[in-house]
Each structure stands twice: as structure tokens, then as C-alpha cells.
């Protein structure tokens, strides 16, 4: 399977710490993009991060990636209960332009 | 801006019909518009990209007899799950490209329920 892994698949963390999430894949990439999905939601794109790029801010959101490690982090710093969905990956790698999704992490953020 | 909505939102219907699920890019042309699976506590998966007016390309293993795709024009694709059973229900996302594929607006998803 092309599938990329996220890990930890579940993460349950108190309001205010911070949350790390990571990610691998298996192909080359152009870029890298990560999502949230709120539950029975749509995604929402919260980052993405070409694969010159080493790291990225977006408010409480910090990217990294590690093209020879083939994996990605996220961290939410200040974690709030409103960040609770599940967090995602994305990177290229289908029949046209690639897109394979990571299997998600769970994130559950308690007030 | 780049608003992208799917309509039903969900919808149950009986094992041997077909249902049709819409996907709209509300305020931008959509060159190219994808339609995944989620089925629950998995991730999602790509089925197919469809680009206006020519055939959908199909991932490996997604039937395409089954899962009718049409994009008839910038800003709409239709999904039609044909003979629907049981094992097809599932949360259908699409997402809509402007151009840059590294771009995606996804809608909110359709769930479906086959009984």
C-alpha cells in the first residue's frame, strides 16, 4: 500500500500542552499538506510545505520535514478542546497527481 | 472564497438503487475535482479525479461501472453509486482544484447508508 502512516494513531492530551503528530510516506514528493477533519466533517487544510522546505509556521501550528526520513511533524503548541478532530497528511502518490492520505491521528484535547 | 458544497449531505437508501451526490464549486471554476471514501476510523481514500468534460480517471481497485463519475461542467461533478449495497456505505468527500493541484477545497462530505 502506498498509504502513508501517521503515528500516534490517538493522542489525548490536557488543554494547554502541546500536541506532536507525526507522519511518514513512501513516495517522492512535491510538497506535503496536512488536514483536519472534524468528526463526519470535511477537511479543512491547515499547512502545506514543499519538499525544499525544512519548516513552517501558521499560528499555533509548526511543520517539519525530513525528505531523507520521509516523514513530517506537526505540532499544535497551546492545544485548546476546540482542536479535537482527527489530523492528517497528504502527499502525492495516485494515478494523477498522487494524492495518498495518511491513515490520520486522532487528536482529543480535554478542557 | 473557493467554497466547495455537496449535496445530500446524507442519505439512506435501499440496497439495489443508485444514488447521485453532487459536488459544486460555489464561487471558483474547478478544473479538476477528486471524490474520496472514508469509511469509519480509516483515512481517506482517493477513488477517482475527474477533469470537465472528459472521462474520470480511476484509482486501482475502484470499480468504474460502479461508482459513475461525471463532470459535465467548471463547477459541477456528480458521484452516482449504482446498485448500492451495504458494504458501499460510507462518507464520499469531494475536493476541487482551481488549477494548482497543490491546492484543494474540500467539501463537507455525503454519508451514505445503504440498508
Known amino acids: 500500500s502506498q498509504q502513508g502512516e501517521e503515528d500516534p494513531q490517538a493522542l489525548s492530551i490536557q488543554e494547554g500542552e502541546n500536541a506532536t503528530m507525526n507522519c511518514s510516506y513512501k513516495?517522492?514528493?512535491?510538497?506535503l499538506q496536512w488536514y483536519r477533519q472534524n468528526s463526519g466533517r470535511g477537511l479543512v487544510h491547515l499547512i502545506l510545505?514543499?519538499?525544499?522546505?525544512r519548516e513552517k509556521h501558521s499560528g499555533r501550528l509548526r511543520v517539519t520535514l525530513d525528505t531523507s526520513k520521509k516523514s513530517s511533524s506537526l505540532l499544535i503548541t497551546a492545544s485548546r478542546a476546540a482542536d479535537t478532530a482527527s489530523y492528517f497528511c497528504m502527499n502525492y502518490g495516485g494515478s494523477q497527481g498522487n494524492l495518498i492520505f495518511g491513515k490520520g491521528t486522532k487528536l482529543s484535547v480535554k478542557p | 472564497g473557493a467554497v466547495v458544497s455537496q449535496h445530500p449531505s446524507w442519505v439512506i437508501c435501499k440496497s439495489g438503487t443508485s444514488v447521485k451526490i453532487e459536488c459544486r464549486s460555489l464561487?471558483?471554476?474547478?478544473?479538476?475535482m477528486f471524490w474520496y471514501r472514508q469509511f469509519p476510523k480509516q483515512s481517506l481514500m482517493l477513488m477517482a479525479t475527474?477533469?470537465?468534460?472528459?472521462?474520470?480517471?480511476?484509482e486501482q481497485g475502484v470499480e468504474k461501472d460502479k461508482f459513475l463519475i461525471n463532470h459535465a461542467s467548471l463547477t459541477l461533478s456528480t458521484l452516482t453509486v449504482t446498485s448500492a449495497h451495504p458494504e458501499d456505505s460510507s462518507f464520499y468527500i469531494c475536493?476541487?482544484?482551481?488549477?494548482?493541484?497543490?491546492?484543494?477545497?474540500f467539501g463537507p462530505g455525503t454519508r451514505l447508508t445503504v440498508l
Open positions: 513516495t517522492s514528493i512535491n510538497n
Open positions: 475536493s476541487a482544484s482551481r488549477g494548482d493541484l497543490n491546492e484543494q477545497f
Open positions: 464561487d471558483f471554476q474547478a478544473t479538476t
Open positions: 475527474s477533469n470537465e468534460g472528459s472521462k474520470a480517471t480511476y
Open positions: 510545505i514543499r519538499s525544499n522546505e
